[in-house]
């Protein structure tokens, strides 16, 4: 399996971020967000496995002029397959969802997901009504995803071929109510979060 770095990966959509709205899914998909630079606009999640993309549906609805980028696994996709059907229902213009797939639910002890037996979860949200649908394993092919997370029409989806490498982890502040109150502050400005 031809696979990148999921840290390179990250940190290369991250970069020069401006006002991009992030849901960092369970994990090491949160742990990645947090190594390109803890931010203000990312919500990274502490549980919840399987709501990452409805999050970011919910976010791209109620703020339709921000881009809001999902960044989860392939494990947590494959637990809500069902929020492909819904995203691809609503059909939210400002939408990416990224899918770093390293074949494994890192959470559990590295078992093979069904990716690793050949689902096509980029074949999936084609399926599912979404205006673009990529497999990506180069990274040539990043560049095309950094394009499509800022100026693309949506939703767009992209499943990145990564190793299933063990990193060090770079965790994100695990204070729930302080990870919303700051996100809505740097989304909403002081006095709307506040009310």
Same mark, same amino acid.
């Given at each position: ?18 006002? +991009?709205?992030?849901? #960092? ?11 390109? /630079? ?23 609805? #109620? ?24 995203? %691809?229902? &609503?059909?939210? %213009? ?10 494994? @639910?890192?959470?559990? /002890?590295? &078992?093979?997901?069904?990716?690793? @037996? /050949? ?21 040539? /092919? ?16 992209? &499943? ?26 740097? +989304? ?5 979060? #506040? &009310?």
């Amino acid at each position: 399996m031809n696979a990148l770095n999921r840290r390179d990966v990250v940190a290369s959509l991250l970069e020069r971020r401006d006002g +991009l709205l992030v849901v #960092a899914g369970l994990g090491t998909p949160a742990w990645d967000c947090t190594a390109a /630079g803890d931010h203000p606009l990312t919500f990274p999640l502490w549980g919840a496995m399987g709501s990452a993309c409805m999050i970011g549906l919910g976010l791209a609805l #109620a703020q339709p002029k921000r881009r809001v980028l999902v960044v989860t696994g392939d494990g947590e996709i494959l637990m809500g397959l069902g929020s492909l059907a819904t995203i %691809g229902a &609503q059909r939210p %213009g400002n939408l990416s969802v990224v899918v770093l797939d390293n074949e494994r @639910y890192g959470e559990t /002890g590295m &078992q093979k997901t069904h990716t690793a @037996y /050949g689902i096509d979860l980029a074949g999936v949200a084609c399926a599912c009504g979404f205006a673009d649908s990529r497999l990506v394993r180069t990274n040539a /092919g990043i560049a095309a995803v950094r394009s499509g997370v800022y100026r693309g029409r949506g939703p767009l989806f992209f &499943q990145i071929k990564i190793r299933p490498d063990a990193l060090p982890l770079v965790l994100p502040p695990r204070d729930g109510a302080h990870l919303k109150h700051r996100f809505r502050e740097a +989304l909403l400005g002081e006095k709307a979060a #506040a &009310q």
